[in-house]
T-cell receptor, first 117, second 118 residues
């Protein structure tokens, strides 16, 4: 009963390096999303996907890429890490709402604490 | 655009007392849902309670209840009989339904850090 699995849990990068944060869910959820959490700012949406092959930008997409080739996986790529990308990253998934019933809680991974030096 | 405002960065409550965490929201959509999540110091996000915009009664889940005032666009979380384990960050979030038959992703507030005092 894994739910949403994020790897790695911690990562330190040098400025300019690239890396991929992995996210996998085993609940057959259509919706998946990436958030970053910064002190005093809550969680801000980076990118999201409403199904395999469909992705879109959120509130703070610059410097990040995503793809969704399967229902299960939704990796987040940092193209050229910058100190401003130091944050805690959360992946979340949920069922798509049935009609206007929005009672579809999001399930979150454990988070990835990323430091860019 | 949707916006969630949590005006209390930090709150203190005595153990066994009730506490209200404020949340106001802004949306022009008629169909939306409001969620509360708890984030303990360990970092995980725990779903607490949900309220739909068309729900006529306030949602309740154990010691959690949601004081939903639609006209005032507020969705305050009430925790009764606070316990030491309730010390955590609490986030209010909203999801709106859009006419294309899908929904937007969750929009979060900045959070309220609750500390329960023994």
């Amino acid at each position: 009963n894994a739910g949403v699995t994020q790897t790695p849990k911690f990562q330190v990068l040098k400025t300019g390096q690239s890396m991929t944060l992995q996210c996998a869910q085993d609940m057959n959820h259509e919706y998946m999303s990436w958030y970053r959490q910064d002190p005093g700012m809550g969680l801000r949406l980076i990118h999201y996907s409403v199904g395999a092959g469909i992705t879109d930008q959120g509130e703070v997409p610059n410097g990040y890429n995503v793809s969704r080739s399967t229902t299960e996986d939704f990796p987040l790529r940092l193209l050229s890490a910058a100190p401003s990308q130091t944050s805690v990253y959360f992946c979340a998934s949920s069922y798509s709402p049935a009609g206007a019933n929005l009672n579809t809680e999001a399930f979150f991974g454990q988070g990835t604490r990323l430091t860019v030096v | 655009a949707q916006k969630i405002t949590q005006t209390q960065p930090g709150m203190f409550v005595q153990e066994k007392e009730a506490v209200t965490l404020d949340c106001t929201y802004d949306t022009s959509d008629q169909s939306y849902g409001l969620f509360w999540y708890k984030q303990p110091s360990s970092g995980e996000m725990i779903f607490l309670i949900y309220q739909g915009s068309y729900d006529e009664q306030n949602a309740t889940e154990g010691r959690y209840s949601l004081n939903f005032q639609k006209a005032r666009k507020s969705a305050n979380l009430v925790i009764s009989a606070s316990q030491l384990g309730d010390s955590a960050m609490y986030f209010c979030a909203m999801r709106v339904w859009i006419s294309s038959g899908s929904a937007r992703q969750l929009t979060f507030g900045s959070g309220t850090q609750l500390t329960v005092l023994p």
